[in-house]
């Protein structure tokens, strides 16, 4: 079985530019999570995704958006890139709530110059 | 507030010892709790998952117990090899579906 997986790897951008991250979920899961993780930090939840609905937000400006394809994959758009949104954006999926855990991808690594 | 902790910060042991890490909550009404290792720069892999009606689950040389009681639980490794160096880290699933995360304990494990 796949596990989740994520796109591209790495990300380099210039301040003020636009990002995309692409995320596919396990095959059956529903939900798709966005986390942060800046270089020493612990992660931040950023979004949660289920059947193609926006479900919670953290604390995080809109220039922080994305989206649930009808298949469950999900990508992750950041406007406006500034220095310290340069992190590790992990994605995570489950089958609707949790009751099952969560599964991580490797994540994308983004580096704005 | 959930509020979870994870005690020690990082630790350093010889090969082959056992330890156990802790990971501490403020509220007992959880959902679940998943504890997760991380290698520098990488993603996450899920260790074991205990539900809330639960009190252990084992897998291989890992066993986390959950005491909701009491706001705990505890990752045991048995006979600790370099490999298993990382950061591991705690998280409580609330009733939100949120999971409240840990800092995370650094292990080291010296040959």
């Known amino acids: 079985e796949a596990g989740v997986t994520q796109s591209p790897t790495h990300l380099i951008k210039t301040r003020g530019q636009q990002a995309t991250l692409r995320c596919s979920p396990i095959s059956g899961h529903t939900s798709v999570y966005w986390y942060q993780q800046a270089l020493g930090l612990g992660l931040q939840f950023l979004l949660w995704y289920d059947e193609g609905e926006e479900r919670n937000r953290g604390n995080f400006p809109p220039r922080f958006s994305g989206r649930q394809f009808p298949n469950y994959s999900s990508e992750l758009n950041v406007n406006a890139l500034e220095l310290e949104d340069s992190a590790l954006y992990l994605c995570?999926?489950?089958?609707?709530?949790?009751?099952?855990?969560?599964?991580f991808g490797s994540g994308t690594r983004l580096t704005v110059v | 507030k959930q509020e979870v902790t994870q005690i020690p910060a990082a630790l350093s042991v010889p090969e082959g010892e056992n330890l156990v890490l802790n990971c501490s909550f403020t509220?007992?009404?959880?959902?679940?709790l998943q504890w997760f290792r991380q290698d520098p720069g990488k993603g996450l892999t899920s260790l074991l998952l205990?539900?809330?009606s639960q009190r252990e689950q084992t897998s291989g040389r890992l066993n986390a117990s959950l005491d909701k009681s009491s706001g705990r639980s505890t990752l045991y490794i048995a006979a600790s090899q370099p490999g298993d160096s990382a950061t591991y880290l705690c998280a409580v699933g609330d009733s939100n579906y949120q999971l409240i995360w840990g800092a995370g304990t650094k292990l080291i494990i010296k040959p």
């Open positions: 995570a999926s489950n089958y609707r709530g949790g009751a099952y855990g969560y599964t």
């Open positions: 205990i539900q809330s």
């Open positions: 509220d007992s009404a959880i959902y679940n």
